[in-house]
Each structure stands twice: as C-alpha cells, then as structure tokens.
C-alpha cells in the first residue's frame, strides 16, 4: 500500500530566507507525486507535479521539487519566501488511479 | 478557471440531525470526490464518483452517503450526524481519471456537530 510521510507538521522561517519541506513516500509501484498548497480558508490548489522525465519539477510562486527514486523522496523547496507563502503544504501521491494519498500537511509560516 | 464552489462556508447541526452538503462545478468534469480534512490526519477519501449515478467508496465511507443525479452535482450526505463527524469537507473535480489530471478543490465547508 501507498503512503506518504510529512515529518514536519510547522516551519517557521524569515522571510526571504530559504525552505525546505519534506516528503517521503513509501510505494512497491510506480507513482505519481503532487504538492498542493492551502492558503487559509481556502481549498487546496495543485502547486507542482512530477509525472515522468527531469527530477527536477518546477511549479508556481517560485516553488519547486526534485524527486529522488532511491531516496523516494519529493520534497519542496523555495529559495526565498514571501509572507504570502503561508500556507498549509500537502504532498500526495497517486499510483495511476482515481485515488490520491496525501500527507498530513506542513503549515509554513512565514516571519517578518 | 474550473470553479468548484460548495454550497456553505460555514454549517452548525445537531446531533442525529441529516445534514447535505452541495458541491457544484463548472467545467463538464467526469469525476468528482468528497475529502474529509482533520488536523494530523490530512486529507482522507470519503466517495469518488466517476460518472452520473455512479460512486465507489473511499477510505471512510461510513455514517456518509452520496448523490449524484446531475453530472455538475455532487452532495454528501450525512444521515445522522455525529459529534465526530465535526470537521472540514472538501469537495473536488478533474476531468478524466489517473495523476495526468489535476485535481480542482471547492474552498470547503466547516461542519459543527454540536
């Protein structure tokens, strides 16, 4: 069975500062992987997704996620945050079904 | 834009009460999703529907129905309400199934179960 482990449940961090949040995975098949974000009182948005080909993915607002097979890993990352990046952070997987698995969520805040 | 809106932002019920909740979208999408969002828990599958009248259950189909009479419509059902059915529901679409289509949120109700 799929799941995927967010170790992190808060990140502060300066602004302007760089961020990491984590995500593993634990999969016997091929997946899918997915970062979403929620801003509050929102619903979630799709930030990024890997499908196949580079590892290293590009999304919105700057963000952007490797993945590692041996590691089997997907973390996100931003060189230099904005205030306006807190949110809540959700990575999923999906193995090539209607069914995603998400993490439990990293809320980052973002200080002055 | 896909728009998936939800028909309250905010619900307070009673216990033993039924309550539905509406979710509509805008873009013709074949399949549609009820999520239940809890702190630690993340977001957890409680139906899928794939086409007009049809749904599988998720992961926590108990105490929850669905409905699905029109292809825009989807409502979750909650026959009797619960205490611990208090949470945040998230309604979602995509077009097609498989990871190659994004999934579309609605910005969730928060349900009270008093």
């Known amino acids: 069975a799929q799941s995927v482990t967010q170790l992190d449940s808060q990140v502060p961090v300066f602004e302007e500062a760089p961020v990491e949040l984590r995500c593993n995975y634990s999969s016997s098949v091929s997946v899918y992987l997915f970062w979403y974000v929620q801003y509050p009182n929102q619903g979630l948005q799709l930030l990024l997704k890997y499908l196949s080909g580079s590892t290293l993915v590009k999304g919105i607002n700057g963000f952007e996620a490797e993945f590692n097979k041996s590691q089997t890993s997907f973390h996100l990352r931003k060189p230099s945050v904005h205030i306006s990046d807190t949110a809540e952070y959700f990575c999923?997987?999906?193995?090539?079904?209607?069914?995603?698995?998400f993490g439990t969520g990293t809320r980052l805040k973002v200080l002055a | 834009d896909v728009k998936v809106t939800q028909s309250s932002r905010y619900l307070v019920k009673r216990t033993g009460e039924k309550v539905f909740l509406e979710c509509v979208q805008d873009m013709d999408h074949e399949n549609m999703f009820w999520y239940r969002q809890d702190p630690g828990l993340g977001l957890r599958l409680i139906y899928f529907s794939y086409d007009v009248k049809m749904k599988e259950k998720g992961d926590i189909p108990e105490g929850y129905s669905v409905s699905r009479e029109k292809k825009e419509r989807f409502s979750l059902i909650l026959e009797s309400a619960s205490t611990n059915q208090t949470s945040m529901y998230l309604c979602?679409?995509?077009?097609?199934?498989?990871?190659?289509?994004?999934?579309?949120f609605g910005p969730g109700t928060r349900l009270l179960v008093l």
């Open positions: 999923a997987v999906n193995p090539g079904t209607y069914k995603y698995i």
């Open positions: 979602a679409s995509s077009l097609l199934q498989g990871a190659l289509e994004t999934q579309y």
